[in-house]
T-cell receptor, first 112, second 110 residues
Framework: TAGITQAPTSQILAAGRSMTLRCTQDMRHNAMYWYRQDLGLGLRLIHY???????GKGEVPDGYSVSRANTDDFPLTLASAVPSQTSVYFC???????????FGNGTRLTVT | RKEVEQDPGPFNVPEGATVAFNCTYSNSASQSFFWYRQDCRKEPKLLMS???SGNEDGRFTAQLNRASQYISLLIRDSKLSDSATYLCVGISGSARQLTFGSGTQLTVLP
């Protein structure tokens, strides 16, 4: 089944540790996005990529980094996790930056 | 001011009621608009696109008012299964400016 896959589904992480959230899509979409969703704050864009090889900063990029080595994968890395990064993280993709987004199932991250 | 604003609700309506949500946007460069539905603790799912001429999909009608910079979603004959959070988004072609509203929570009561 075509779609967008995130891993892990959930994770508990000690503060100060690093972690990479994985995101893979098989729809050959050009654009990919990482959002975090916190209660009362809605979806906030962390980083995005318009096409393979390019990335850009969103609304809340601090403490996160991304790479886009190929079309399919868009990993999000937390170099040194802090409790304020406890959130639900959604990866999304779209054919173009004018197309609707398709979301992965999300990763629930708790930083203790 | 947020680029996209929604009334967070909650909207509690009886089954069979008609309910409408509005979403205002500040980026006049936004070209495409969409409504998403999000169930508790799950990913947002595309509900429908919004066109200037208005569009209808069964019990759902979406409209765009560019002059006043808002989009609307009308749900007729509400079902229990319509209970969810509804998110609007305006897309300008710039991924950096792709902003979702915070969502409107709808609960349909039996």
């Amino acid at each position: 089944t075509a779609g967008i896959t995130q891993a892990p589904t959930s994770q508990i992480l000690a503060a100060g540790r690093s972690m990479t959230l994985r995101c893979t899509q098989d729809m050959r979409h050009n654009a990919m996005y990482w959002y975090r969703q916190d209660l009362g704050l809605g979806l906030r864009l962390i980083h995005y990529s318009n096409t393979a090889g390019t990335t850009g900063k969103g609304e809340v990029p601090d403490g996160y980094s991304v790479s886009r080595a190929n079309t399919d994968d868009f990993p999000l890395t937390l170099a040194s996790a802090v409790p304020s990064q406890t959130s639900v993280y959604f990866c999304a993709s779209s054919d173009t930056t004018k197309s609707p987004l398709h979301f992965g199932n999300g990763t629930r991250l708790t930083v203790t | 001011r947020k680029e996209v604003e929604q009334d967070p609700g909650p909207f509690n309506v009886p089954e069979g009621a008609t309910v409408a949500f509005n979403c205002t946007y500040s980026n006049s460069a936004s070209q495409s608009f969409f409504w998403y539905r999000q169930d508790c603790r799950k990913e947002p799912k595309l509900l429908m696109s919004v066109y200037s001429s208005g569009n209808e999909d069964g019990r759902f009608t979406a409209q765009l008012n560019r002059a006043s910079q808002y989009i609307s979603l009308l749900i007729r004959d509400s079902k229990l299964s319509d209970s969810a959070t509804y998110l609007c988004v305006g897309i300008s072609g710039s991924a950096r400016q792709l902003t979702f509203g915070s969502g409107t929570q709808l609960t349909v009561l039996p």
